[in-house]
């Protein structure tokens, strides 16, 4: 993956973007997961709620942690975006940050064998600075993270539908 030059500011965005088309490429249940904001996560969360109504949310985040039940549930999900991003996935180039607000961004994706930056197989991915998670004395520094805005990195690739 080919990673244009930017601002230092920009390096998390490009981090996590670069993150979330990996997990797709390689069906990675669990760096999807990570990547995705909490929104998104929270989304998922009612939605297998709903569906398992037998089960307590609590008992349903802990599954979070497990990764044979993320390939189950998520599975499906990648395989569609894998499906839909295609030969995008195989040398994507990103682009410059777009900073729509200061919590706020998308970046482009553009096929890095392809010679013009603006054909129709570039894509954006939305993405979105929120406070990471604290657990523990071993917990990282860094107080915000970027992660991909899920409710709207689904519009990847609406032109086709």
Request: proline letters at 6%; glycine letters at 8%; a negative charge.
């Amino acid at each position: 993956m080919q990673i244009r030059p930017g601002d230092s500011g920009e390096v998390t965005v490009r981090e996590t973007a670069a993150r979330f088309l990996e997990a797709i490429k390689k069906s990675d249940s669990r760096a999807f997961w990570d990547t995705l904001d909490k929104k998104g996560q929270g989304y998922f969360l009612g939605i297998w709620f709903y569906a398992m109504e037998s089960m307590s949310i609590d008992t349903i985040v802990a599954l979070t942690g497990e990764d044979s039940f993320l390939d189950g549930v998520l599975g499906p999900i990648i395989s569609g975006l894998r499906e839909s991003m295609g030969d995008l996935l195989e040398d994507p180039v990103l682009g410059e940050v777009q900073y729509s607000t200061p919590h706020s961004a998308t970046i482009r994706v553009s096929p890095g064998r392809d010679p013009n930056p603006d054909a129709d197989q570039a894509e954006f991915i939305p993405l979105v600075l929120e406070l990471s998670d604290f657990s523990g004395a071993g917990a990282s520094p860094v107080l915000t993270v970027w992660k991909v805005d899920t409710l709207h990195c689904f519009q990847l690739n609406k032109a086709a539908h």
